[in-house]
DNA sequence: GATGAATGAGTCTTCATTCAT
DNA sequence: GATGAATGAAGACTCATTCAT
């Protein structure tokens, strides 16, 4: 029955790989993974086959993580205000507190090795969102806009908003709540 | 200086670097941008020292092409409203029509390798915006936030406007229109 | 010794090396031949303590069953030509009939890995060949030459065989007989 | 114009290649070549592309060195059977002089490295040999049988003579002699 | 200045072998 | 004994940069 496959083992490969993905870029070299997650080189690579592997397995854990971030406690029943700055507030606090997580997120999708599976999974964990944007339509709360659009303007914006509280923590609450604010006046019907 | 650098040459190595770059990631092999170039691989250390060189010009570069598009015929004399919205339309139109250097500069950006200058240099040609949006907040049009809130705003939404008219050239006017509406609600006082 | 080794183990990767080995080069992996054999990668060595035990011994089967191909049903009684041709037709078929065997025997000759009792080993079947011409030599039926230069002379010549049977199947007769014909013209005396 | 590409250096690579992949098996490291050789690791690689580029290369280079030993003052005029024997002197000599280049040709070949495309170029250089043996099979010297055939014939038993030759180089002349009268012997037609 | 061969450190990945389970 | 995870030394190849021509 050999030795299993350790979660801890496999957990403290992409932790690592986070850190020095975020300090170095994804152009770090696999060695200072391992070694920064204190197991053999070769260990890596029985855990993720190869380098585009971890890259898009750690893409769904960030993505997983950060979905669990926002939907949890989730608002069901408040108004689609209530529930829209739920998931705002999280986004964004998320963002600020795993900065480099997020950093990694970023480049990962901007760097073009995600495969069409990853994308569609990492999507997933988010539509109780789209759920939930595509009731405040209905209600006519929000805007006749195509959903993702809207969606992509939520993100667009707590990214911004992410980046200034980041240089100006003691102005979080400022950032946080302007951004929001943008955010409801740009979706929501006039008058 | 027998025969004197050539201009011509240096621009081919840009517009070969964001071709290669676009498409292949920043980890493209300088060889490969020579190649493109049509200029000899050492061709290329002449006019850049080093590959970090080439990202950091190439930036300046793209972002003055970027300021040119932005603001060339800036209608001064016209109201806020009119001016923001000439900015915005210049800037999703830049973006829809240069995909490549838009996603270089992105992945730039994103990869930590640029130099406080460069990132100066590149903030520079936007300072007319800069005085357009202090004097709306002056007269009260604009909220009172942060200048460059209100500039990472505008320039989140627009990022994410040239997305979906990428994907979607058809519907380009009403993403183009959704899009700075949106803007404007969020940046402008409520009655 | 609670469990002992299982032969049938043992002839699994055996055979499964032979299958990977023809395939692949000796360069194959270990672990290519114990998911071959349907084993653990650790259970190989269990068997073969090293990769080049694996390789002596598999040397060491294929000869013996190459000696078995050619030995069985040997006409001890009959003509020195007729002794001849047995071998040589039994030799020719089985390099026909197992033409991976084959490969790697000449894999495994030609790369320097075998021990030298390996070698021996190897020869040890063959001492009735030897025996046989030396007595057509006595009786003078063939030529006075080394032994060894005898049997290396139909090796070579069986292994040419071989060759143009399994490229030319339906001329395998011809080829089978040809060459048999080519043997015993050269080392028969000339009237 | 750069430094050209250098003809010692592509030859010092070849030769290196020769000395130790006949010591150490095809699969002896690159870098060890590139060393041997005096040469950057990678300067190897800007002389063959690859291994395999390396390893085809190779093979045609020792081909063509056989050939030029073979063929170089081919007696034309002179019987089938003392053409015939200037090859057979010329191909047994060469494999005795050059033992590396020899058994890395044999390793080449059963490694199956080779492109269509070298074995086709390994092959040219010995079409006057098979114009000679047509011609003595028309004139009915020689037996009637396949033209590959033939060659391979020769092939087999220059090789098997080479190694007593290499063995015991008392008596080269011996087994020289001997092994060509079997060759001939075996080709002829009877009586 | 232009060229491209030369360099060798660095990359990802493989693999024989060991050893905890 | 069987298993397969763990190991880390290689290995083939790449690439930014230098420099002879």
Same mark, same amino acid.
């Given at each position: 029955?050999?030795?299993?496959?350790?979660?801890?083992?496999?957990?403290?490969?992409?932790?690592? @790989?986070?850190? !020095?993905?975020?300090?170095?870029?994804?152009?770090? /070299?696999?060695?200072?993974? %391992?070694?920064? =997650? #204190?197991? +053999?080189?070769?260990?890596?690579?029985?855990?993720?086959?190869?380098?585009?592997?971890?890259?898009?397995?750690?893409?769904?854990?960030?993505?997983?993580?950060?979905?669990?971030?926002?939907?949890?406690?989730?608002?069901?029943?408040?108004?689609?205000?209530?529930?829209?700055?739920?998931?705002?507030?999280?986004?964004?606090?998320?963002?600020?507190?795993?900065?480099? @997580?997020?950093? !990694?997120?970023?480049?990962?999708?901007?760097?073009? /090795?995600?495969?069409?599976? %990853?994308?569609? =999974? #990492?999507? +997933?964990?988010?539509?109780?969102?789209?759920?939930?944007?595509?009731?405040?339509?209905?209600?006519?709360?929000?805007?006749?806009?195509?959903?993702?659009?809207?969606?992509?303007?939520?993100?667009?914006?707590?990214?911004?908003?992410?980046?200034?509280?980041?240089?100006?923590?003691?102005?979080?609450?400022?950032?946080?709540?302007?951004?929001?604010?943008?955010?409801? @006046?740009?979706?929501?019907?006039?008058?």
């Amino acid at each position: 029955m050999a030795r299993p496959r350790s979660e801890d083992k496999r957990n403290a490969i992409l932790a690592a @790989a986070t850190d !020095v993905f975020a300090e170095r870029g994804l152009g770090a /070299a696999t060695s200072a993974i %391992s070694a920064a =997650a #204190g197991v +053999a080189e070769g260990t890596l690579f029985t855990y993720f086959r190869t380098k585009d592997d971890l890259l898009n397995a750690l893409y769904r854990e960030i993505k997983l993580g950060l979905a669990d971030a926002m939907m949890s406690d989730f608002p069901r029943k408040k108004s689609v205000r209530d529930r829209l700055a739920h998931v705002w507030t999280r986004y964004v606090r998320w963002g600020v507190a795993n900065p480099k @997580a997020h950093r !990694v997120l970023q480049q990962i999708e901007v760097a073009g /090795a995600l495969t069409e599976e %990853s994308k569609l =999974a #990492g999507l +997933a964990p988010f539509v109780e969102i789209q759920a939930m944007a595509e009731s405040a339509i209905a209600q006519r709360t929000v805007q006749d806009l195509p959903l993702p659009f809207i969606a992509a303007t939520m993100r667009a914006l707590a990214e911004m908003t992410m980046g200034f509280v980041r240089q100006h923590p003691d102005d979080a609450e400022l950032y946080e709540r302007s951004g929001f604010e943008m955010l409801w @006046a740009g979706l929501t019907r006039k008058r």
